[in-house]
């Protein structure tokens, strides 16, 4: 036999007030297995905390029923003063009065009638409560981050210099992200490689860092603080220790091919680096150029290396890695400007992103720093157009906050380099906050620099034809009267969208997305945070934001991880999980494929699904959906379930 005790708060007024309390007393007091029921102003108030825990110690009651406001706001006050007192925190059962009830029903009789209803369920729920024992586990320290463009870079850096191990993951061969493609930054107009450089260097010497270049993250297990994440290792064909960067291979190399690196402006190597300066500080083998991978005898890049370098023999790898939280940094992707302009993205046009005209003042770009048009000749005239591929349904919904600002730093390069060119923006609004953009715009139209307001169109802000060796560049004014001019080039400020990877990872880790990108936990106070715990964001994964914003966010996800999963400390289970009756369990896997934790396994000599109570955090996804009942929840089984049903009908 149970002995519940029931604790009615008045909640100094705004309980009592609107309730007859003599009438929820006699009710409670009629109900079976009921030896206490106790009235108080403020049982979350330490008085009224001393008075549960007191009569758990002296044996009165062994399941507390608190008839109070919401366990959202009170549910840790409750079961410590049920802890105290020696119950286990499984044996209270909180109803929820105040939000479910008075604040919504004004008419005392009928609140009272409802609230009688509400304790008479919870109170024969009760009487089913199972002790469930919390386990603990060791807390992993170890930190995957996933993206090694700028913001990735940064929070390895952070972490690492705290003392954690860190696994920097990377698709591309190099690491550094957009960044590498740049020769200066704005508004300040530093060196990009001059502010990369150092970062490239405590890379490679931090021992606390394991960089994984060309490796993609294949499958996750596991949740915050015990993440088991699997990932592809591709081959590189190069041992980085052995090479030297002497770049004989690159130069033997017969077989050429589009740089994409560099907007497919020039040709690179089959056997190349990727950037030249940065991490790994060896090439790679392009399968996709390589005489070997297309069933052609060829060994000139070996037969070249004087120190084996080169390793034909190296195979993909799958990596299993441990680790107790993840921060998810993998950059953003510049809009394909030929889904704006189609046709003309493709010919031989003087037509460029903003991205192709990075790499033209580049020193290590096609034109080694030179702007230039196609024919070799520099520009006379250049025209901006401003949101191409952003705010349009069409294409980008949104204004990716960085167009305006690349464009105008662009606008100035070039006015340095060709100071008689005549360059002109064609804009709608201008994204600019902050005093020295305001000053940038002033000082540009100084030199010379036009700013053309136009309304925005269906598909773009401008239409653009070919006349002759010029391009036709028309729209119309905020008056809607047609303009147009004719430029010898035309430069396209394009929208940042997300990356396409950002899809699967959210899979993998039961994450949401909205526009393509990953949902943060919440935009003012968990900016950095997802609805998973454990795993962090930086950059854009969230959305369209500049390098300094990117840098923030890394190391406010840093600090998120450094204060949240301290070493030393245990990482308490969820034990009210799901569990498998193997003489009911047929077999049918619908729990794991529906699981977004990936509890419930398949035991193959059994024949039956087993839950891992380590994985499960008592969702219940996978107990609704089991067609046998073989899957039940502990804490909501069908006899609690049932019975305060039948409590709130009786």
Known sequence: ??????????????????????????????????????????????????????????????????????????????????KRGGLNPYLLHMVNIREQCIWMTPDKDRATEKVIRMMKGGIKRAKYLEALEQKEIE????????????????????LANAGRKVYLVEKEAAFGGYIVKLEHTYP?????????????????????????????VKKVTGFGGNFLVEVEEKASFVK??????????????????????????????????????TVPKAPYINREMCKRFKGEECTICKD?????????????????????????????????????????????NNIFTGLD???????????KGKILLKNGEAPKSVAILHCVGSRNERHLPYCSGICCKYALKHSEGIKEQLPECQVTHIYNDLCLEGKEWQEAVKHLKKEGVKFLRWELGENSIAELNKNGEKIAVSGKNLKGEKESIEVEMVLLAVGLGPNPDLSALAEEFSLSEKEGYIVVRHEKIGGVGTTAEGVYLAGTANGAKDITQSVIEAKAACGEILSTYIPGQKLKLEPAVAESDPDLCGGCKICIKLCPYKAPSFDEEKEVVVVSDVLCKGCGTCVAACPTGAMKAKNYTSKQITSEIEGVLQ
Request: contains cysteine; negative net charge; glycine residues 10%.
């Open 240 to 277: 980085a220790e052995s090479c030297i960067g002497c770049m004989m291979c690159i130069e033997e190399c017969p077989v050429e091919g589009k740089n994409a690196f560099n907007g497919n402006m020039n040709n690179r190597k089959a056997i190349d680096f990727l950037v030249p300066g």
């Open 357 to 367: 005209m990075e790499r033209f003042v580049s020193t290590t770009g096609p034109s």
């Open 1 to 82: 036999m149970s002995k519940i005790g029931v604790y009615i708060c008045k909640c100094s007024g705004n309980i009592s007030d609107s309730l007859k309390f003599e009438e929820l007393k006699k009710a409670a007091e009629e109900m079976e297995d009921v030896v206490v029921v106790r009235e108080h102003e403020l049982y979350c108030g330490q008085e009224g905390q001393d008075v549960i825990t007191k009569d758990v110690a002296e044996g009165i009651v062994d399941r507390v029923v608190t008839v109070a406001c919401s366990p959202k706001m009170h549910d840790k006050t409750f079961i410590g003063a049920s």
């Open 304 to 348: 070249s290396c004087d120190f084996e370098a080169i390793d034909y023999g190296q195979e993909d790898k799958i990596k299993e890695i441990k680790v107790g939280s993840v921060i998810i940094a993998i950059g953003g992707r510049i809009y394909e400007a030929g889904k704006v302009f189609p046709e003309l993205m493709k010919g031989e």
């Open 139 to 158: 807390i992993n320290t170890d930190v995957m981050v996933i993206g090694g463009g700028i913001a990735g870079v940064e929070a390895a850096l952070e």
């Open 188 to 216: 300040s107009g530093e060196c990009a490689p001059c502010i990369l450089a150092p970062r490239m260097k405590e890379l490679v010497e931090n021992e606390n860092i394991t960089l994984l270049p060309l490796t993609q």
